[in-house]
């Protein structure tokens, strides 16, 4: 089972909140303490959650389930794209189209028209049409392509749902809810963990925080499925074995002068429709 050290989240800074006035009093139990405005997160419950998430996580990806990657912040987009190809799964990280899932029959006809238009570009060369419509297939085809590209070949409606953010992806956790798809995420002092199955407490701002969640879930994947190597297994073991020093939460507090806190993603949700 992939495994997260002290060491990695307070380097990534994981455990920088939000400031205080702009905290979410259901994230309560997963805060330390405070720091010159800024709450900090307890790292201690940070490593136990992410635990349990990635445990569930490789136990749908065993099970040959379809996991969804989700990240549309402009921090989170090149690491969602990146570690999702790598464990052969899928990914949304340019914008969240409303009714992703819920509207899942239009989706499916928007894949399959991106599919015909990718069909037409490499097969025929939109051969025997003017450059004008071949501009406006053209056109069509590149964004259908930046919206559904990670999701061209997913076999259905996902099983699990990733996501970083869960504020700012509030229209996706919330479809995922309503059609009881679980989701897992990295939920920040002002989130609202009551609307996430698995949460993982974190700062979901940061990039080297956002790159450490996501390449830890990947690896999760990819453990799942059998497909990790005999020295991925050894890393796992060398990290398992590792012995975290003094109280983790207490390491966090004292880290806090040594790094300086990210800055906080102000871009809205994206919900826009099909």
Same mark, same amino acid.
């Given at each position: 089972?992939?495994?997260?050290?002290m060491?990695? $989240?307070?380097? &990534?800074?994981?455990?920088?909140?939000?400031?205080?006035?702009?905290?979410?009093?259901?994230?309560?139990?997963?805060?330390?303490?405070?720091?010159?405005?800024?709450? #900090?997160?307890?790292?201690?419950?940070?490593?136990?959650? @992410?635990? %349990?998430?990635?445990? @569930?996580?490789?136990?749908?990806?065993?099970?040959?389930?379809?996991?969804? @990657?989700? =990240?549309?912040?402009?921090?989170?987009?090149? +690491? #969602?794209?990146?570690?999702?190809?790598?464990? /052969?799964?899928?990914?949304?990280? &340019?914008?969240?189209? =409303? =009714?992703?899932?819920?509207?899942?029959?239009?989706?499916?006809?928007?894949?399959?028209?991106?599919?015909?238009?990718?069909?037409?570009?490499?097969e025929?060369?939109? %051969?025997?049409?003017?450059?004008?419509?071949?501009?406006? $297939?053209?056109? /069509?085809?590149?964004?259908?392509?930046?919206?559904?590209?990670?999701?061209?070949?997913?076999p259905?409606?996902?099983?699990?749902?990733?996501?970083?953010?869960?504020?700012?992806?509030?229209?996706?956790?919330?479809?995922?809810?309503?059609?009881?798809?679980?989701?897992?995420?990295?939920?920040?002092?002002? &989130?609202?963990?009551?609307?996430?199955?698995?949460?993982? !407490?974190?700062?979901?701002?940061? $990039?080297?925080? *956002?790159?450490?969640?996501?390449?830890?879930? +990947?690896?999760?994947? *990819?453990?799942?499925? =059998?497909?990790?190597?005999?020295?991925? @297994?050894?890393?796992?073991?060398?990290?398992?074995?590792?012995?975290?020093?003094?109280?983790?939460a207490?390491?966090a /507090?004292?880290?806090?002068?040594?790094?300086? !806190? !990210?800055?906080?993603?102000?871009?809205?949700? &994206?919900?826009?429709?099909?």
């Amino acid at each position: 089972m992939p495994q997260i050290t002290m060491k990695e $989240l307070l380097e &990534s800074g994981v455990h920088f909140g939000h400031q205080t006035r702009r905290w979410n009093p259901k994230m309560k139990e997963y805060i330390f303490g405070e720091r010159n405005g800024i709450h #900090i997160i307890d790292l201690q419950k940070t490593v136990k959650m @992410f635990k %349990e998430a990635a445990r @569930f996580v490789s136990d749908a990806a065993a099970e040959d389930k379809s996991i969804l @990657f989700v =990240g549309t912040k402009r921090q989170a987009q090149e +690491a #969602i794209a990146e570690e999702a190809k790598r464990c /052969e799964m899928y990914y949304v990280n &340019s914008r969240w189209l =409303g =009714g992703l899932l819920t509207n899942w029959a239009t989706v499916q006809k928007s894949i399959a028209r991106l599919k015909e238009l990718e069909r037409l570009a490499n097969e025929e060369g939109y %051969e025997g049409r003017s450059k004008k419509e071949v501009s406006r $297939l053209e056109r /069509e085809r590149r964004h259908l392509d930046q919206n559904l590209a990670g999701i061209k070949d997913i076999p259905g409606i996902p099983d699990v749902m990733f996501v970083i953010d869960s504020n700012k992806e509030y229209i996706a956790v919330h479809e995922a809810r309503k059609l009881q798809i679980p989701v897992v995420a990295v939920v920040d002092t002002n &989130s609202d963990p009551d609307t996430v199955d698995y949460v993982i !407490p974190g700062n979901d701002d940061a $990039l080297r925080a *956002i790159r450490l969640f996501t390449n830890k879930m +990947a690896d999760a994947v *990819i453990e799942g499925r =059998g497909l990790a190597t005999a020295e991925d @297994f050894e890393q796992a073991a060398e990290l398992e074995g590792e012995t975290m020093e003094g109280d983790g939460a207490a390491a966090a /507090e004292a880290s806090v002068e040594e790094v300086t !806190p !990210p800055a906080v993603d102000t871009e809205p949700a &994206s919900g826009d429709g099909l």
